[in-house]
């Protein structure tokens, strides 16, 4: 099967299977962390707004070893995402659900609060300052 034009949104061909292979003969005592950070500074993989995209490269190297086309050192640890935890016991509460019947003037100040899931991403709006 032959190389894909792109791959994690990136041109990919034979030239960066081999930078990768090549990275990985002369780190072989480097976590699959320590390479994905190498690999997107080596490729300069950034966001817009300049943080670097290490997971994007931790995903490409990992279908590039579940496609047997390259060989990944073994897991130091399991993963801390989600996916490797056990499920968080939900607290049951009740909330008031009377209805509010008013102008949105009589609810200044107001805040209104995004969370979502786990809380990592909060986003505020003062209304009414």
């Known amino acids: ?7 994690q949104g ?6 960066q299977l081999a930078q990768i292979q090549s ?3 002369q780190n072989p005592d480097w976590s699959r962390y320590k390479l994905s950070r190498e690999l997107a500074l080596l ?17 490409l190297l ?15 640890m399991a993963s801390p995402t989600r996916s ?6 939900v ?5 008031d659900q009377t209805p509010l019947e008013c102008s949105l003037q009589g609810l200044v100040p107001l805040r209104i609060q995004e969370v979502s899931q786990l809380g990592r991403h909060v986003r505020r709006a003062q209304l009414g300052d």
Do not use: Y
């Open 1 to 7: 099967m032959g190389l894909p034009c792109t791959l």
């Open 10 to 15: 990136r041109p990919f061909g034979p030239d």
């Open 23 to 25: 990275l990985l003969r």
């Open 43 to 59: 490729w300069e993989w950034r966001t817009a707004n300049g943080q670097l995209k290490d997971m994007a490269a931790r995903t």
């Open 62 to 76: 990992l279908k590039l070893h579940q496609q047997e086309r390259i060989q990944l050192p073994q897991r130091r």
């Open 84 to 89: 490797g935890r056990e499920e968080s016991r």
């Open 91 to 95: 607290v049951s509460f009740s909330l």
